[in-house]
């Protein structure tokens, strides 16, 4: 059997200009892969370290220099020898060397990096693609894409407090044939933005980002577009929001600047529940605050029989966050993110119990990326249905759909494209 031979590790630019990690394994037998982590902007309070240096001379404060120190020098001698194979057993002695319950002994960014180059080096060393070799026998499931075209909150420089505002090509037959779809739609959005002579410039993740009147146009102005490219809303493509509200939400309530009001939980949740009347809206991540549980429970119990509620920033992939909403039933589906967590054997435990529950899982970007794609495998082989990486647009996002794109030709016919039928949690 291959063993573990050497670790190389790199500090990396991510999609914002930031540094991230990138690690290398080497295998006793030459093979060997890499990894890249990414990073998010609107990250939940009790998501895993991303560790920095905080050293002001070197990329003001946000170098990793640190990382790479403890990939060489703690890491590597630590997992140098093991089977790849054994994921499970490294991410385990990963967490064990880094001591801490939110991964700060080595840096959540650090231990992800090894955790991944592991099993992208082990499906490698077996000449299987990643998806097959996490996914094993399964039929595997294409997830349906959920494009995030236009963006505002923190990922834009604009007035609009909701931070994603997405098209889901549900009603299409086909992975290929959903993005082809969206990415007409996304084209046409951004001549009807043109025509109104609003800003066509891109927010971090590949939408675009108008300063807009309130934060309804935006929904107005997708349906229009789905329209207008020749398809209908509400049978081929849906709408989807990721407010990411624990931004805007500060002494128990939600500050909406763009509108000029203050909302409370219940009056947040009147304003969606008016929305899904007149939008063919299908989807809200975070609609309510990563500490506003009880507002959840509120949220699940008026809306969650129509709308897939996505908890994000209030469960950040982590069992024990995921068990307490399942308990409170305070949603339907959690966004999936490896860096919230840092293991690859942690992500599937939360995928696990989030599935078993009859929720849904989507897995998730981040809105800083790189050109790597361990998500859109990670989604094919946990079945989990759904996928968001932003736009159809800048090379980080679509490094993704076309790893998908890839995936559905190589599969040629033995995946499925589930459609509608991906919203198990609905009912
Ligand atoms: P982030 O945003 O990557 O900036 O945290 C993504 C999200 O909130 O889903
Ligand atoms: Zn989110």
Redesign the pocket.
């Known amino acids: 059997m291959a063993k573990i031979e050497d670790l190389l590790a790199l500090e990396i630019l991510d999609s914002r200009g930031n540094p991230t990690a990138e690690v290398t394994v080497k295998l006793d037998n030459g093979v060997f892969a890499t990894a890249k982590v990414?990073s998010?902007?609107?990250?939940g309070e009790r998501e895993a370290l991303e560790l920095r240096d905080g050293d002001k001379k070197r990329y003001q404060g946000k170098g990793i220099l640190k990382v790479v120190d403890n990939v060489l020098n703690t890491i590597k001698p630590a997992i140098k020898g093991m089977e790849p194979f054994d994921q499970r057993a490294i991410d385990k002695r990963l967490i064990e060397l880094d001591g801490t319950e939110t991964k700060s002994g080595l840096g959540a960014n650090a231990i992800l990096a090894v955790s991944l180059a592991v099993v992208h080096v082990a499906a490698r060393a077996l000449n299987m693609p990643l998806y097959k070799y996490i996914g094993g026998v399964d039929t595997p499931t294409i997830p349906v894409p959920m494009l995030n075209v236009l963006n505002g909150g923190?990922?834009a420089d604009t007035n609009v407090d909701f931070?994603?505002y997405m098209i889901v090509p549900a009603g299409l037959p086909s992975f290929k044939e959903a993005l082809r779809a969206s990415t007409e739609v996304y084209h046409t959005l951004k001549s009807i933005l043109k025509e109104r002579s609003l800003t066509t410039s891109v927010g971090?993740e590949g939408g675009f980002a108008p300063s807009l009147k309130n934060n309804e146009e935006p929904l107005q102005l997708l349906f229009k577009a789905i329209e207008k490219a020749g398809y209908k809303p509400g049978k081929d493509i849906y709408l989807a929001l990721?407010p990411?509200s624990s931004e805007f939400y500060s002494d128990g309530k939600y500050h909406l600047k763009d509108e000029g009001r203050t909302l409370t939980s219940e009056q947040m949740i009147d304003l969606y529940e008016g929305l899904a009347r007149v939008y063919p809206l299908i989807s809200i991540?975070?609609g309510l605050a990563e500490n506003d549980w009880d507002g959840w429970v509120k949220l699940t119990k008026r809306l969650g029989s129509k709308v897939q509620l996505v908890a994000?920033?209030l469960t950040v992939t982590n069992t024990k966050y995921i068990k307490k909403l399942i308990e409170l039933d305070g949603a339907n589906s959690v966004?999936i993110?490896l860096n919230q967590i840092g293991t690859l054997t942690e992500t599937m435990e939360a995928i696990r119990m989030v599935k078993s529950n009859g929720w849904t899982a989507v897995v998730?970007?981040?809105?800083?990326e790189t050109d790597d794609t361990t998500i859109s495998d990670l989604a094919v082989a946990a079945n989990t249905g759904f996928i968001?990486t932003g736009a159809p647009a800048r090379g980080e996002r679509v490094s993704k759909y076309n790893r998908l794109l890839e995936i559905e030709y190589e599969l040629a016919g033995r995946a499925v494209y589930p459609g509608m039928q991906a919203f198990v949690s609905i009912k």
């Open positions: 990414p998010g902007a609107s990250t923190k990922h931070q994603e971090d990721d990411a991540e975070d994000d920033d966004l993110k998730s970007h981040r809105s800083g968001k």
